[in-house]
C-alpha cells in the first residue's frame, strides 16, 4: 500500500489570518530581499503537488498576477 507523504506548512498570524487588516500583505515586504532558493521556499514549492487555502487567503491572493501556484492543485 502507497502512503502519501503529508507536509504541513502553514503561514498564519496569531489572529489566524495570513493577509493585513486591509486584506494586504505589505508585512511581507520586510522579507522581499531574500531569494525564493536562499530561504528554501523554492525547494518547498518543487516538492507541493496540492495546497489548501482557507477562504480568506484565497481570496487575497486570487487576483496574484502572474499566478504563483502553476501547476499545483488548489484546495
Not at 498570524?13 to 505589505?26: P, Q, R, T
Not at 536562499?38 to 487575497?60: H, I, P, W
Request: glycine share 8%; no cysteine.
Amino acid at each position: 500500500m502507497h502512503r502519501p507523504k503529508v507536509s504541513v506548512f502553514l503561514a498564519v498570524s496569531l489572529d489566524g489570518y495570513i493577509a493585513g487588516e486591509k486584506d494586504e500583505l505589505s508585512w511581507l515586504e520586510t522579507y522581499s530581499g531574500d531569494t525564493p532558493e536562499s530561504t528554501g521556499y523554492a525547494a518547498l514549492m518543487d516538492s507541493v503537488d496540492t495546497m489548501v487555502f482557507g477562504r480568506n487567503t484565497y481570496d487575497v491572493v486570487l487576483p496574484f498576477e502572474p499566478w504563483p501556484y502553476a501547476g499545483k492543485k488548489i484546495s
